[in-house]
């Protein structure tokens, strides 16, 4: 998630992505995404389980911002926020 274009990111994981967007738009859950006003959803992976999932997360965590930037720029170069995307 981003705040906008090549601003503040937030990388977490979840078992409800529609959910979690839901709630984090709306102001819903307190923390670094309500503190920084953190919103748009600008990349995002599925995994076949939870542990695959964490260990990616972290991985991401720990890269670069410039590789982050790479990742979101290779297939969403606009930053447009995907929330729309997966809510149909």
Known sequence: MAKKYKGTLYT??????V???YEHKNGLVAGF???YGIKNLVY???HADLESAIKREK???KWKRAWKYNLIEKDNPNWKDLYE???K
């Open 44 to 46: 995002f992976e599925l």
């Open 33 to 35: 995404n309500k503190k």
């Open 59 to 61: 991985t991401i965590k």
């Open 12 to 17: 977490g994981v979840t078992s409800d992505l």
């Open 19 to 21: 959910k979690r967007i």
């Open 85 to 87: 995307q997966i809510t």
